[in-house]
């Protein structure tokens, strides 16, 4: 079982960037969809972004243009490069991984504070 601790969020003004880690420990990811949602106060939980086995990826439309998801699996980890952030990208972050055998994501790290503010 995959095991995810995310890093890198904090305060960020506005038009700013930030990028997040996410470390995966206790089986090696290098097959499995990797993503990132978030969750703002008060709303539900969101999809931002996924990067497959393959590398593809996709973005919400809110992110599309501005957020970079990107993987290396030979350190199991997966990024998130947030650039132009805006107030309404201030979230709790969470990376999640589904394996090849699942139908939905099934490991969920901790979560990280990202607050876009001046």
């Known amino acids: 079982q995959v095991q995810l601790v995310e890093s890198g969020g904090g305060l960020v003004e506005p038009g700013g960037s930030l990028r997040l880690s996410c470390a995966a420990s206790?089986?090696?990811?290098?097959?499995?969809?990797l993503g990132w949602f978030r969750q703002a106060p008060g709303k539900q939980r969101e999809w931002v972004t996924t990067i497959t086995g393959f590398g593809s990826t996709h973005y919400a439309n809110s992110v599309k243009g501005r957020f970079t998801i990107s993987r290396d699996n030979a350190k199991n980890t997966v990024y998130l490069q947030m650039n132009s952030l805006k107030p309404e990208d201030t979230a709790v972050y969470y990376c999640a991984s589904q394996r090849v055998s699942a139908t939905s994501f099934d490991t969920w790290g901790q979560g990280t504070q990202v607050t876009v503010s001046s």
């Open positions: 206790g089986s090696t990811f290098s097959r499995n969809t």
